[in-house]
């Protein structure tokens, strides 16, 4: 039986908890509750601006008719009086006022005065908290969000997901984060992430992350039943989408390959495998972490390139290209559906779609990915 954090997890439980959340799609997710009171906490001081805009607004075309009426002043001089009433500047009166005109600007005065007041302290007060320009910064990243494509969603952004994000970060790769805790929106910003605040198992977070136009997705939360419920939703939500998911036991790897997800991987056996291997052949592991992409030797890295359709690679052989491309050699090929060949021979003709795993010096790869793309 699995072991996850000192509880059991056998099938049957295992899959009980993945019935109760679709049972709680109607009801909120967690962490729900403070994601939308942090929400909420930050538009009050927005709030209480718009409604104070409102007010003063409507004090000013009430002003502004009641002079036209009761005075028959013009317009121009209605507004005039209105906004100089209210602000008390005082430049002195247009006319001289009748006593309808007195009692009706002195009740201006009396409900306009404190609304203006009250105004231009929340206008401060959200302008040196930086609660507009944080609104603003949100609503911008919102925006940018929903016009990305073939982006990557990394649902849970703790020590598993982090580092998903940092390595994704450092290929180049576009990735937006949902992440159910509010106390690491700081933490996110600071690093230039992408966000979604609210849990993955609400299908509207994933809407918000993009999920429709998105080519992967990264669960990666500490629970085997949220990273199934996630996963099903995902594929629901967009079936072309690559699916790679955590799991913590060897009950949860089963369910999510059952769920259909295509990378389906478990932290700790990859752990233990690495430490095993170290004993056992610790040259090997040495040499993995030189060629790992982003670690190791900065001179030594490992690629994978396709070949674009009318590339002038297509109809050459191995042995051409690695000749042309100094200190690059291609260690697997894959064709088509056809399963990965390792070390194809020299003279394997290369072909438009082909995908190449190269191996070499960095300045040299980026000269052959760069011919690719161009």
């Given at each position: 039986?699995?072991?996850?954090?000192?509880?059991?997890?056998?099938?049957?439980?295992?899959?009980?908890?993945?019935?109760?959340?679709?049972?709680?799609?109607?009801?909120?997710?967690?962490?729900?509750?403070?994601?939308?009171?942090?929400?909420?906490?930050?538009?009050?001081?927005?709030?209480?601006?718009?409604?104070?805009?409102?007010?003063?607004?409507?004090?000013?075309?009430?002003?502004?008719?009641?002079?036209?009426?009761?005075?028959?002043?013009?317009?121009?001089?209605?507004?005039?009086?209105?906004?100089?009433?209210?602000?008390?500047?005082?430049?002195?009166?247009?006319?001289?006022?009748?006593?309808?005109?007195?009692?009706?600007?002195?009740?201006?005065?009396?409900?306009?005065?404190?609304?203006?007041?009250?105004?231009?302290?929340?206008?401060?007060?959200?302008?040196?908290?930086?609660?507009?320009?944080?609104?603003?910064?949100?609503?911008?990243?919102?925006?940018?969000?929903?016009?990305?494509?073939?982006?990557?969603?990394?649902?849970?952004?703790?020590?598993?997901?982090?580092?998903?994000?940092?390595?994704?970060?450092?290929?180049?790769?576009?990735?937006?984060?949902?992440?159910?805790?509010?106390?690491?929106?700081?933490?996110?910003?600071?690093?230039?992430?992408?966000?979604?605040?609210?849990?993955?198992?609400?299908?509207?977070?994933?809407?918000?992350?993009?999920?429709?136009?998105?080519?992967?997705?990264?669960?990666?939360?500490?629970?085997?039943?949220?990273?199934?419920?996630?996963?099903?939703?995902?594929?629901?939500?967009?079936?072309?989408?690559?699916?790679?998911?955590?799991?913590?036991?060897?009950?949860?790897?089963?369910?999510?390959?059952?769920?259909?997800?295509?990378?389906?991987?478990?932290?700790?056996?990859?752990?233990?495998?690495?430490?095993?291997?170290?004993?056992?052949?610790?040259?090997?592991?040495?040499?993995?972490?030189?060629?790992?992409?982003?670690?190791?030797?900065?001179?030594?890295?490992?690629?994978?390139?396709?070949?674009?359709?009318?590339?002038h690679l297509a109809g050459k052989t191995i042995g051409e290209v690695e000749r042309e491309n100094e200190r690059v050699r291609v260690v697997a090929l894959k064709r088509g559906g056809e399963p990965i060949h390792l070390i194809p021979t020299p003279q394997t003709v290369l072909a438009a779609g082909d995908l190449l795993i190269a191996i070499g010096a960095r300045a040299s790869l980026s000269t052959l990915t760069a011919i690719l793309e161009g």
């Amino acid at each position: 039986m699995a072991e996850k954090r000192g509880t059991s997890y056998d099938s049957a439980s295992l899959f009980e908890s993945i019935l109760k959340r679709f049972a709680r799609r109607a009801a909120a997710p967690p962490g729900t509750g403070e994601i939308r009171a942090a929400a909420a906490a930050a538009n009050h001081s927005t709030h209480r601006v718009a409604v104070a805009v409102a007010v003063v607004t409507a004090l000013v075309a009430g002003g502004t008719a009641g002079y036209m009426l009761i005075e028959r002043m013009s317009f121009i001089d209605s507004i005039y009086m209105t906004v100089i009433t209210i602000t008390t500047v005082g430049y002195g009166e247009v006319k001289r006022l009748d006593t309808a005109g007195r009692v009706f600007t002195m009740a201006l005065i009396f409900t306009g005065v404190g609304t203006a007041f009250y105004l231009f302290s929340n206008v401060t007060e959200a302008v040196v908290g930086g609660q507009l320009r944080e609104l603003f910064e949100r609503r911008s990243m919102n925006r940018k969000i929903q016009q990305l494509e073939n982006h990557v969603i990394l649902c849970g952004y703790g020590r598993f997901g982090r580092i998903v994000a940092e390595e994704l970060q450092r290929d180049g790769i576009v990735a937006v984060v949902i992440e159910s805790d509010p106390g690491k929106e700081h933490e996110l910003i600071r690093n230039g992430e992408l966000y979604v605040l609210g849990s993955a198992l609400d299908e509207g977070i994933l809407d918000q992350a993009g999920i429709e136009k998105a080519a992967d997705i990264v669960v990666a939360t500490a629970s085997d039943p949220d990273n199934v419920y996630i996963s099903l939703s995902a594929r629901s939500r967009n079936p072309r989408i690559r699916i790679h998911a955590r799991a913590e036991s060897e009950i949860g790897l089963k369910h999510l390959r059952l769920a259909g997800v295509e990378r389906a991987i478990s932290s700790y056996q990859w752990s233990a495998l690495r430490i095993a291997n170290a004993i056992a052949r610790p040259s090997v592991v040495d040499f993995l972490g030189l060629i790992l992409p982003g670690r190791g030797d900065e001179e030594i890295n490992i690629e994978e390139v396709v070949v674009p359709a009318q590339s002038h690679l297509a109809g050459k052989t191995i042995g051409e290209v690695e000749r042309e491309n100094e200190r690059v050699r291609v260690v697997a090929l894959k064709r088509g559906g056809e399963p990965i060949h390792l070390i194809p021979t020299p003279q394997t003709v290369l072909a438009a779609g082909d995908l190449l795993i190269a191996i070499g010096a960095r300045a040299s790869l980026s000269t052959l990915t760069a011919i690719l793309e161009g």
